[in-house]
């Protein structure tokens, strides 16, 4: 049957499209405003929009409403309220007004608040952040909303992104203005979140119990085909794929996320989906809300999606790649090199204050994708290295060397020679060169940064670039306002920051050891471990940046690193658990049972005087019987560590523990238990295999 794409897009959204054919003139005028310039909404209004929003609702089959906000568990929450209500009649009417939009009360002594909030002060509110659509999932009435708790402290990830945004658009303002640009009102980060994902057999899956509670494997032996001959990436898609897929758009679709690209990724069952970019905070929901059908779609098909950073050893991972632009409300991107040198002059400044931005902060967007379930991906083959580095292609590098030495850029093509505001160069749009290694390449008309993981919330990374940029145009501004000569004063500049900043530029292999060695000597940090990275969160610099442009205050940054900190060694924690359980109770019985069935056949051959000591199953059980020791070991310490001992006093000591000690013997247990796998017939081992798994799909 024929999808009539925009028909059925949007068709779930309380959009533009229908405030405006719903709401009274000065109503829709209002909210508009007050959304543009980030003000409050009027009671009144709040009412009138209210009430158009429930009739809308109703009509579209919702029955309930819930302020939709994303607390720092890293997932989407929400409490759902039906519009019923009984009258003084005793009658039912659907009740929805102004002050339930506006401000909703969630109990919200159950999120994390890293000690933010004392429990005798549980609650919390959350507001509606009118500038992101509500929409209709499930038969409810999503509100998006921010979060806080009583006493302002914010305890959500949206609201950091928001005040970062607010920032950012007050510095490039400056910025553009200094170009001689007035019309432009505002200026918005923009973001495409590439998604990558896993999808299994539901059924195959059901008796993996680290699936069931970690979402990734805690044992398995390599298969023999992995992802060698190189045969899924962009491969045909699967029917049963293809179809999971279909009613995925579709469904996306309807909810205005407007899924665009989809496609085979490197490993088996890996797949990946990339929608349309926009701006950041409503990416931020969109990306979320893909997650979420992704999860519930993918059961409804009989698969499980698994969005872990590392759900099998030994095949890729799964990233979620951010691409970062800046652009105006009159729809210039500001990263994209122009036609004309003024153009590409102001194009050079903001690709220099990125620049800049990267390398003072180098470790907030290292932690910004930090989390024990990343960790198993950054530094691997295929994944960026923890060294956070930039890639910028060879011709724009050649193009900055030459402002830095005062230089004429020689083009490639001699008329891109035109020398316009002073030595700043015109140059060709398209730079061509790629780079797949890079952490944070420049793509053309935009910064992708890879580091992200697939299960992440993509509103920290975004509030963390978003405020950096904010910063270094910031002192760019501070600089160039005052400035005699502003076309002399903007090379030096330029100039003078890329110099101090270019070591941050790497073109080459990112994946190269000799790119570790490199780095160093440039004095790139390398926070191999969430563990090493979290605690740089409130480094000095770091929480003078984020106050002074308002983003989080010093408590909420302190408290941010501890809910992180405890994040992971809870994760941690869970997967020893969930292995030992394994351990104990399937393979260590398993791998007995067939060992005795061994002996019982060694013996029956003694039994027909018939020699064993040479024998293959004399020979398996010897070194069965060394395995087995060896897992048997291995689980004991792991139990001891895990469930016994003293791991230390404060969240950091006890996320080094837990990365130090538990991971290390998580990691022997694995060994012997993977061997072991490898010599105990298929029949008598426990649980699906690697191959069963990956390949479970047709
Ligand atoms: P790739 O080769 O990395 O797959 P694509 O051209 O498919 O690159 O784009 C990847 C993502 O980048 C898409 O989600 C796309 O919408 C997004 N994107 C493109 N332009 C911008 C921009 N100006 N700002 C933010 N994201 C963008
Ligand atoms: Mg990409």
Known sequence: MAIDIPSIYGSLVFNDNVMRERLPVEVYTSLKQAVEDGTPLTLDIANEVAKAMKEWALENGATHYTHWFQPMTGITAEKHDSFLDINK??????????????????????????GLRATFEARGYTAWDASSYAFIKDGSLCIPTAFCSYGGEILDKKTPLLRSMDALNKQSLRIVKLFGNDTVK??????????????????????????????????????PKGQEMEDHYFGAIKHRVSEFMKDLDKELWKLGVPSKTKHNEAAPAQHELAPVFTTVNIATDQNQLTMELMKSLAHKHGMVCLLHEKPFAAVNGSGKHNNWSISTDTGKNLLEPGDNPYENAQFLLFLTAVIKAVDEYQDLLRLSAASAGNDHRLGGNEAPPAIVSIFLGDELTEILEAVEKHAKYKGKKKSDMKIGVSVLPSFPKDTTDRNRTSPMAFTGNKFEFRMLGSSFSIACTNYIMNTIVAEALKEFADALEGAEDFNTALTDLIAKAYKKHKRIIYNGNSYSQEWVEEARKRGLSNYISTVDALPHFTDEKNVKLLESHGILSKNEIVSRTEILLDSYSKTVNIEALTMLEMAKKQILPSVLSYERRLVEMALNKKRLDEAIDRSVEVDLINKLSALTAKLYDAIDKLECDTLNCNKGNNALEIAKFYHNVVCVEMKNLREAADSLEGLVGKKHWPFPTYADLLYSIN
Request: a positive charge; aromatic letters at 8%; hydrophobic letters at 35%.
């Open 89 to 114: 009649q005793g009658n039912v009417i659907m009740k929805f007004n102004g002050k339930a939009l506006i401000k909703g009360e969630p109990d919200a002594s159950s999120f994390p608040s890293g």
């Open 186 to 223: 505002k200026i918005s980060a923009t973001v495409g979140a590439e998604q990558e994902y896993f999808l299994i057999d539901k059924k195959i899956s059901e008796s993996r119990l680290d699936i069931i509670h970690c979402g990734r494997t805690l044992f398995g032996a390599k298969p």
